[in-house]
């Protein structure tokens, strides 16, 4: 069975920096696209980044030139790099992983912003 684990969330103040890390263990079947949502309360889940096999990285409006997606691929393991971070990006993060025509999800990793 996969299972994605997620780090790296926490408390940081705004125009602070986060890296997150999500890594996969178990199962069988390469990764095709890799990369991370977000869910604040009240709001639906969207897409912050994701990246392809081929490396191909692709990011939500809100994140653009702030954020940066990158997979190991040895490791099955993709990090992003939130840097000047704004209160508007407190969420939970969930790393999500497409392999063989699924979708698998994460636990999920708070991420605040204080202002």
Known sequence: QVQLVESGGGLVQTGGSLRLSCARSGGTGGINTMGWYRQAPG???ELVAIIAVNGEPRYG???TGRFTISRAKA???VYLQMNNL???DTAIYYC???ILGR???GQGTQVTVSS
Do not use: G, I
Request: glycine letters at 0%; a positive charge; proline letters at 6%.
């Open 75 to 77: 490791r099955d393991t």
């Open 103 to 105: 979708d698998f999800w």
């Open 43 to 45: 709001k639906q889940r």
């Open 61 to 63: 409006d809100s994140v």
């Open 96 to 98: 999500k992983a497409y």
């Open 86 to 88: 704004k209160p508007d």
